[in-house]
């Protein structure tokens, strides 16, 4: 059965001598020469894709063009294997027009493929078949080009004049592919049996390129739904692909019959869809009845479903749109209810019933849900998860001379002797924040924050440039950080109350600031060298202070000893002068007695230590020595007369 209309298969041994009155045997020579010289020139456009799209994806692999070669290549390809399938087809009914007679020897397949049966017998290779092994080998290399290409992530990017070129070329492709499918489809059932479902094959390719030249024409810088719409263009010939794939798997199943007139393998009931109006059921139930002679017309059951299946669908349909009105809110969540259009309510988690959609719909807000921020973010930053006993995640490094991917450059003030200018730090402050939890809150963020990490963000930049922009780098390293995150947290929070955002921030963490990375070692030089400097101050001043010490000390001892000097001196001279007024008081007194008990005073200190020889003219030979003893006796009265001891 083709499109509706019944033909037979031809039996050489029983009506070989009837198949040159029938059409499609006088048309076989003619069909397969036409279906060759097809087949060769979308084959050599589909390798030229193929080609070229392996040369483009080397040099720009995430531009638009590696995935519309690779489709439309893959839809030429899907009708290449089509046309191979009805050249077999075409060329036996050639060979069995020229060999009408039963007792001739079977239709050997031609070509290549005849001399490796040859080769090796009846093999797998020859029960398998050469259609079957062409059929299966094209899908493959359908498939396996269309997996290796698919990125549904492909960036959107400027694609220039050459665009334009593509799309005229994929129309004019189009169209001589379209007057091709009017050929085929203007052939009869019994002239050509392979002509209509060759052209839906052919619908395949014009749907694919036509596409694909809209998404060239449409593609831009800002424009992503061009790149989709090209990627997803190519699951019709990989659905078409693997419809071939599984129909040459099943037909290793059924015994090949050289002398039968063989079907077309390469049909599709993918492409038999591709019509206008779609009749999907109406196909199904044609290609039941001719292939398992099932009529579904007369079942009873199918009749009765076919009458009721317009009331029960509306039926289902109200009470499916009815049961919209009940919404599940969950525990950890919140919801909106909003009454055409309006909010009126704010559920709780719970089961609630309201009106059905559109006429009623509830709006999720998060219930409680702790969330933490970083003001910078990579966007192809993907967290490291690592294992308890492994290395630490490079998140943890903390170190000034490596990258992270929260830190934020930030421009601060500098000072440099009289001069003034900036610095820039990297720094990593986080947000941990939640949905305030009243309704009013709830309320806010819906309706006044279409993004709320957007909006912190923007806000918490803004807040840190204005914040920064008066401090330094000694002060922001120096400061303590619990400080400095309450100051800004504080000051976020209030400009969130002033948005009315329902936002509010729980703390506010200060991981890192330091200068950026690349400036590391620069910055750990300058601290070497001020820390150096710093301690050479300190080393000359302590000299300084130790010399000034040493000084002070001699000066004192010097001062010390001068004064000690002036008070002996002094105190000699005192000691002098009243030795003085006492010998004159006692020259006053005694006269001369007192001259000369000084007199041997002195004469006997100067005698104290002498070996002294006495001559004394009174003294005679028959005299005894005479001894003055008034230097031993007790004092006494000096005006009392002595006597002489001997």
Request: with cysteine; proline share 5%.
């Amino acid at each position: 059965m083709y499109a509706g209309v019944k033909w037979m298969q031809v039996d050489l041994e029983a009506d070989g001598a009837s198949v040159e009155g029938l059409p499609r045997f006088q048309q076989g020579l003619f069909q397969a020469r036409r279906l060759r010289k097809a087949g060769i020139s979308l084959t050599t456009l589909a390798v030229a894709g193929w080609v070229l799209a392996l040369f483009v994806a080397l040099f720009a692999p995430l531009s638009i063009w590696p995935v519309v070669l690779i489709n439309c290549s893959s839809a030429l390809m899907v009708l290449v294997a089509g046309l191979q399938s009805a050249w077999w087809v075409a060329d036996w009914r050639a060979q069995a027009l020229e060999e009408p007679s039963v007792d001739a020897e079977p239709v050997v397949e031609a070509g290549g493929y005849a001399g490796l049966i040859g080769r090796f017998g009846s093999g797998l290779l020859a029960q398998i078949g050469a259609p079957v092994v062409w059929l299966c080998g094209a899908s493959l290399q359908v498939l396996v080009s269309i997996s290796e290409f698919w990125n549904l992530a492909l960036p959107a990017a400027a694609v220039g004049q050459s665009a334009s070129i593509g799309a005229a070329l994929a129309l004019a492709l189009a169209f001589g592919l379209l007057v091709f499918e009017r050929r085929l489809a203007q052939e009869t059932m019994t002239q050509w049996p392979e002509a209509s479902q060759l052209a839906q094959l052919s619908r395949v390719a014009i749907i694919c390129l036509v596409i694909s030249a809209i998404c060239l024409l449409f593609a831009g810088a800002e424009s992503v739904w061009p790149l989709r719409l090209a990627t997803l263009v190519g699951l019709l010939p990989a659905l078409v692909a693997l419809e071939f794939l599984l129909r040459g798997v099943l037909s290793l199943f059924s015994p090949r019959q050289p002398r039968l007139e063989p079907r077309l393998m390469a049909q599709s009931f993918i492409a038999g869809l591709l019509r206008w109006p779609p009749q999907p059921l109406l196909a199904l139930q044609h290609e039941l009845h001719n292939r398992f002679g099932i009529d579904l017309r007369q079942i009873w059951a199918f009749t009765y479903m076919r009458r009721a299946f317009l009331p029960v669908l509306l039926v289902v349909l109200a009470v499916g749109w009815s049961l919209t009105g009940v919404h599940e809110v969950p525990l950890q969540g919140r919801g909106i209810y909003e009454r055409f259009g309006k909010p009126v309510e704010v559920f709780g988690p719970g089961l609630h019933a309201g009106l059905p959609w559109p006429l009623g719909r509830v709006l999720s807000v998060e219930n409680g849900v702790v969330h933490e921020l970083a003001t910078s973010v990579s966007e192809a930053a993907v967290p490291e998860l690592a294992s308890a006993e492994g290395p630490a995640p490079t998140v943890a490094n903390r170190l000034w001379d490596a990258s992270h991917v929260n830190d934020k450059s930030q421009v601060i003030a500098s000072s440099s002797g009289d001069k003034q200018g900036f610095q820039i730090v990297n720094m990593d402050v986080r947000f941990v924040y939640r949905i305030g939890l009243t309704d009013q809150a709830a309320l806010a963020a819906t309706y006044n924050s279409a993004d709320v990490p957007t909006l912190i963000r923007s806000t918490a930049s803004r807040i840190l440039v204005h914040d920064f922009a008066s401090r330094t780098l000694d002060e922001l390293l120096g400061e303590q950080r619990t400080g400095l995150a309450d100051e800004v947290g504080r000051a976020v929070q209030a400009d969130l109350n002033t948005l009315d955002s329902g936002v509010e921030i729980l703390a506010t963490v200060v991981e890192a600031i330091h200068p950026p990375a690349g400036a590391a070692n620069a910055y750990h030089g300058v601290q070497a060298a001020q820390i150096g400097a710093q301690a050479l101050i300190s080393r000359e001043r302590g000299a300084a202070s130790e010399q000034t010490n040493q000084a002070l000390l001699q000066a004192s001892t010097v001062r010390d000893q001068a004064q000690a000097s002036a008070h002996e001196v002094n105190a000699g001279a005192q000691a002098a002068d009243l030795r003085f007024a006492a010998e004159q008081k006692a020259y006053a007194t005694a006269g001369k007695a007192f001259v000369l008990e000084q007199y041997l005073g002195q004469l006997s200190q100067g005698l104290a230590n002498a070996k002294l020889l006495i001559l004394d003219h009174r003294l005679g030979a028959d005299g005894a020595p005479t001894i003055d003893l008034r230097s031993f006796t007790l004092p006494a009265d000096p005006v009392a007369p002595r006597k002489a001891v001997q």
